[in-house]
């Protein structure tokens, strides 16, 4: 059987069921949702709309200044890809990113470690910002970190990065926010360090 829904002006639209049907019965919700939402099935005939997997990339930017700011991160936000592509610097300050939620961007109480390959760098902590890389004025660092909501505002960070001569830094760290996130910065550990070269950009999932 069809069901066809003909329109004010021309045309229509039709649904049909399966040649065998059996019997099913799919309920609507009783809204519109929201933008981008998907309906969705809990397995019994209920429908409902619910967000679905979304993947944004945001505009690079010019590592150019003392920080590198990205404010307008969505709510639905799980995970954020933070790209450095030919990054460098004119101090030996290593590079910092920091979270921020409506309050702003914090820059106390991160739990984060970092430790390379090169001798002449050792295995660090702290707790003034997510550890990306750096530690040598001038030199082009590239590579990633991807920042993951954990649960509860608190966010788990890993990354890899390399420099120009062939050394790689890794790594990792935990965050927690008062609020939800909404902004990021990336900036260097003495916050005076200007950034001179290269490029930097976000990719948000949820």
Same mark, same amino acid.
């Given at each position: 059987?069809? +069901?066809?829904? /003909?329109?004010?002006? &021309?045309?229509? =639209?039709?649904?049909?069921?399966?040649?065998?049907?059996? %019997? $099913? #019965?799919?309920?609507?919700?009783?809204?519109?949702?929201?933008?981008?939402?998907?309906?969705?099935?809990?397995?019994?005939?209920?429908?409902?709309?619910?967000?679905?997997?979304?993947?944004?990339?945001?505009?690079?930017?010019?590592?150019?200044?003392?920080?590198?700011?990205?404010?307008?991160?969505?709510?639905?936000?799980?995970?954020?890809?933070?790209?450095?592509?030919?990054?460098?610097?004119?101090?030996?300050?290593?590079?910092?990113?920091?979270?921020?939620?409506?309050?702003? +961007?914090?820059? /106390?109480?991160?739990? &984060?470690?970092? =430790?390379?390959?090169?001798?002449?760098?050792?295995?660090? %902590? $702290? #707790?003034?910002?997510?550890?990306?890389?750096?530690?040598?004025?001038?030199?082009?660092?590239?590579?990633?970190?991807?920042?993951?909501?954990?649960?509860?505002?608190?966010?788990?960070?890993?990354?890899?990065?390399?420099?120009?001569?062939?050394?790689?830094?890794?790594?990792?760290?935990?965050?927690?926010?008062?609020?939800?996130?909404?902004?990021?910065?990336?900036?260097?550990?003495?916050?005076?360090?200007?950034?001179?070269?290269?490029?930097?950009?976000?990719?948000?999932?949820?």
């Amino acid at each position: 059987m069809t +069901i066809r829904l /003909t329109g004010s002006t &021309s045309g229509y =639209t039709e649904i049909d069921a399966p040649a065998v049907a059996g %019997s $099913n #019965t799919l309920v609507l919700p009783t809204g519109n949702g929201t933008a981008d939402q998907a309906l969705v099935t809990n397995g019994s005939g209920a429908l409902s709309f619910a967000d679905r997997g979304r993947m944004v990339l945001d505009t690079a930017k010019s590592a150019t200044g003392t920080e590198v700011d990205f404010t307008s991160i969505p709510s639905w936000v799980k995970r954020v890809t933070v790209m450095f592509d030919g990054v460098s610097a004119d101090g030996s300050s290593f590079f910092r990113v920091r979270l921020g939620d409506s309050g702003g +961007i914090e820059d /106390t109480d991160y739990l &984060s470690f970092i =430790t390379s390959a090169a001798s002449t760098v050792a295995t660090a %902590s $702290n #707790t003034n910002g997510f550890s990306a890389t750096g530690g040598f004025a001038a030199r082009a660092y590239s590579g990633m970190m991807q920042i993951a909501l954990f649960g509860s505002n608190t966010w788990a960070a890993m990354g890899t990065f390399n420099d120009v001569i062939g050394n790689n830094f890794f790594m990792s760290g935990t965050k927690t926010l008062s609020d939800t996130l909404t902004q990021l910065r990336i900036t260097t550990a003495n916050g005076t360090d200007t950034f001179d070269a290269g490029t930097i950009n976000i990719l948000m999932e949820g």
